[in-house]
């Protein structure tokens, strides 16, 4: 089921009335795709996607995803609506700024739920679709802090860094159903992710973080002025979904690709560093 720019096909988006996921919508819907968009708010989505939407091609869904029923029966209706899918994005999330030991358990909870549990839901309800199909795409958007981590992120690099374990084995897992699998990863973007509506704060904190305390204005402070443009990201996501030879990570945003950089080039001085410590716990060669 290959796909091309011109024909972007049948999408199930999760996460769409914000953000890079309304932008993906807008565009695939400009593009004669159709698009079956998942949020807590259709209110929202529709009042930002406005009254010239072809609301043939849409399909506006009000789901929570950490309810499995709820999800399976979302993925169901598309198919009825559609006939089918190509493309499966998996896009809701928030951010989170605490300390490790400011961060409570239901606020863990929480984030992994949507992060993680709520992937996994639309991952079963969606796999059979496209194994039956024997083609297709899934789009899991992770972040550059799914590849490395920075303090006061604890808990939302968690989320993401469990996304990229699990895509990974996703990938291989699937390979051979002609379903290919992205991992998007993108830097600060200037949607509203750092604004009061998508960065989630600790219920208490601690007089002794004052840094994370400074670190949570600035980032407050760079709303609006972040380096990423999300339209020429969802064009980016769009080009790289309909190709068939695309690799697995996406990384978008040029600060994306310095941290990126950077946490590789760590990686291989740790692991340069301890091989020969690793090599001396194997058992002596007989």
Known sequence: ????????????????????????????????????????????????????????????????????????????????????????????????????????????????DVQVVGVWNVLRAALPVLREQRGGRIINVSSVLGLTAVPGWALYCAGKFALEGLTEALADEVADFGIKVTLVEPGYFRTDFLSAHSLTLPSRTSEHYPKLRAMVADHLDLQGRQLGDPVRGAAEIIRYATNDESPLRQVLGSDALAFATAKVDALRADLDAAAAGARATDFPAA
């Open 1 to 112: 089921m290959a796909l091309t720019t011109v024909s972007p096909g049948t999408w199930f988006i999760t996460g769409t009335s914000r953000g890079l996921g309304l932008e993906l919508v807008r565009q695939l819907l400009a593009r004669g795709g159709s698009v079956a968009a998942t949020t807590r708010s259709v209110e929202r989505l529709t009042a930002a996607l406005g009254e010239d939407v072809d609301t043939g091609r849409l399909l506006p869904l009000p789901v929570d995803l950490t309810d499995e029923a709820q999800v399976r029966g979302a993925v169901e209706h598309a198919v009825e609506r559609f006939g089918g899918l190509d493309v499966v994005v998996n896009n809701a999330g928030y951010g989170f700024l605490a300390a490790v030991e400011e961060t409570g358990d239901k606020e863990v909870r929480d984030m992994l």
